[in-house]
């Protein structure tokens, strides 16, 4: 479930520089950015929720595999954990 959700970043620079001429102190500048970012999903294409059904499907069948409806390679049966 937890792909559907949307995911937080952020990121935090700080940078101090002196400056000296010939061993006299000169100026001192501090500078800070700090960035951030929210990223949302708007489309999935169903592959997120397939997983999350599969999930639950193995938690009612007490985590054991389960076969599903279609067959496997050369019409074994195809069984999911």
Request: net charge positive; proline share 7%.
């Amino acid at each position: 479930m937890s792909a559907l959700l949307p995911t937080v970043s952020a990121n935090l620079q700080v940078n101090q520089q002196y400056e000296s001429f010939f061993g006299i102190p000169g100026t001192r500048q501090f500078a800070a950015q700090v960035s951030g970012a929210l990223n949302a999903p708007i489309y999935q294409g169903g592959v997120e929720y397939a997983s999350i059904r599969q999930a639950k499907a193995a938690t009612a069948l007490g985590g054991r595999p389960h076969r599903t409806d279609t067959p496997g390679i050369l019409g074994a049966p195809n069984y999911v954990r």
